[in-house]
């Protein structure tokens, strides 16, 4: 991605596309179905931040076909850069519509990310609750960005959707690392979703989801995040405002 297409908001020297849920599935699903392999990513306060320190992760982050708002901070930040995004688009709230129309579809999954164990956990859990859905293959995240290994057994595979989480920035250094040689119709993103799925971490109710607050509940449920959130977030608006002030 070299430039802004129209309609996306400059955030920071990103292009956040403006999609609300099912407009965000619905494009995932145009992906999954076109020829070759594209890259989503969902972006937060915390990902932006570290896109700003480290360039190579900015290039990464350049190199996706579609950016998306996961974090309620993207939408504020939209609105002072002068545009405007309708909704975070968590990717956890992308999961069971995209399970739906795999079942339905036939579409695969591979599973990339976590300590080991976790996305075989991961695995079980989601066919018990999506019963027909097909995961082909799994492996731990805890590889180095020039290991071919997991590369050999996704293109052994060739999964309709590789659901990769690393956390960040490495999730999306090896994408971009390696994305050329994938045999995948979509590689998407997913952070520490594998432990939602897993059933080993729960997400906020839906009203603190609505308000925003989601943050909140985690830095609540996982006190090691504060620098995350009450460092990160301050230093996400200040960004915003100084970038805003160049343009």
Known sequence: ??????????????????????????????????PGC????????HGL????????????????????????SLLLAARVMGGYLPEKVATAD?????CSRA????????????EPGLAERARDQ???????????????????LSDRGPVDRIN??????????????KQGLWVAAWRQRLRAGLVLNCGGMFKIVAGELDRAGHKW????WEWLYRLRREPKTWRRYLLGLPEFALRVLAYRARK
Do not use: S
């Open 1 to 34: 991605m070299t430039a802004m297409k129209c309609g996306n908001v400059d955030i920071l020297g990103v292009p956040v596309a403006p999609l609300d849920l099912d407009a965000l599935v619905a494009r995932l699903e145009e992906m999954i179905q076109a």
């Open 38 to 45: 594209a890259f989503a990513y969902g972006v937060n306060a």
């Open 49 to 72: 931040n570290l896109a700003c320190r480290y360039p190579d992760f900015m290039k990464a982050l350049l190199t996706a076909d579609l950016v998306y708002a996961d974090g309620a």
């Open 94 to 98: 992308a999961w069971p519509l995209l």
């Open 103 to 114: 079942v339905a579809r036939g579409y695969r999954f591979f599973f990339l990310g976590g």
């Open 126 to 144: 989601a066919l018990k609750a999506y019963p027909g859905l097909q995961i082909v293959g799994t492996h731990h995240g805890y590889v180095d």
């Open 156 to 169: 052994a595979l060739a999964p309709d959707v590789l659901w990769v989480g690393m956390g960040e920035p």
């Open 209 to 212: 989801r609505q308000r925003g």
